[in-house]
């Protein structure tokens, strides 16, 4: 396989959120071969199966985990748990038959918030992977406290060592893609 292609999912719907900027950074220090787009959640609506036809939105995200190889999961925390508009684009996909999006793919996840950078929030999103048969890389895990000058006013990462986590963990991520695939 020549090129490897990844998904960004977001759990912040804000544009100058930190852990969007974590994702930019994550697409700026793939390594060669490999790309990355970043979804963008905001138009998503709530799952719900009352809902007949799948707005334009929704089928947007489903395309674009379909034709991921990876993902990587930018996770805030939000009272210790996942962001609404993460939780929500992985339900959205887990409902597709079989679970064919999300069943026996990679996942790295990342993390930007307060003290300990959403660390119980990622542990929780492990559980959820863990039942969409998801495959969670262990290690490095990224934990990046966003409020001691990690990130510019604009989401951006001003960190070499956020950079360089996310470098590792990136390269991480395609060595185990690539020996699962």
Same mark, same amino acid.
């Given at each position: 396989?020549?090129?490897?292609?990844?998904?960004?999912?977001?759990?912040?719907?804000?544009?100058?959120?930190?852990?969007?900027?974590?994702?930019?950074?994550?697409?700026?220090?793939?390594?060669?071969?490999?790309?990355?787009?970043?979804?963008?959640?905001?138009?998503?609506?709530?799952?719900?199966?009352?809902?007949?036809? =799948? +707005? /334009?939105?929704?089928?947007?995200?489903?395309?674009?985990?379909?034709?991921?190889? #990876?993902? &990587? %999961?930018?996770?805030?925390?939000?009272?210790?748990?996942?962001?609404?508009?993460?939780?929500?684009?992985?339900?959205?996909?887990?409902?597709?038959?079989?679970?064919?999006?999300?069943?026996?793919?990679?996942?790295?996840?990342?993390?930007?918030?307060?003290?300990?950078?959403?660390?119980?929030?990622?542990?929780?999103?492990?559980?959820?992977?863990?039942?969409?048969?998801?495959?969670?890389?262990? =290690? +490095? /895990?990224?934990?990046?406290?966003?409020?001691?000058?990690?990130?510019?006013?604009? #989401?951006? &990462? %001003?960190?070499?060592?956020?950079?360089?986590?996310?470098?590792?963990?990136?390269?991480?991520?395609?060595?185990?893609?690539?020996?699962?695939?």
């Amino acid at each position: 396989m020549s090129e490897l292609h990844l998904l960004g999912i977001g759990g912040s719907l804000r544009r100058a959120s930190a852990n969007r900027g974590l994702l930019r950074a994550a697409q700026a220090v793939l390594p060669a071969g490999v790309t990355m787009d970043i979804a963008e959640l905001g138009d998503v609506p709530f799952y719900s199966s009352d809902i007949g036809q =799948k +707005p /334009e939105s929704v089928k947007r995200l489903l395309a674009q985990i379909e034709s991921a190889q #990876g993902l &990587v %999961l930018a996770c805030p925390e939000y009272n210790y748990s996942i962001a609404p508009a993460l939780k929500n684009a992985l339900d959205w996909a887990s409902r597709e038959p079989d679970n064919h999006l999300l069943s026996g793919k990679t996942v790295a996840i990342v993390g930007a918030g307060g003290g300990m950078g959403t660390s119980r929030a990622q542990y929780h999103l492990r559980q959820v992977c863990v039942y969409l048969n998801l495959y969670v890389l262990n =290690k +490095p /895990e990224v934990f990046v406290n966003a409020f001691t000058g990690n990130f510019d006013e604009h #989401g951006d &990462v %001003l960190s070499d060592t956020v950079r360089e986590q996310l470098a590792a963990q990136m390269q991480a991520l395609v060595q185990l893609t690539k020996k699962l695939l």
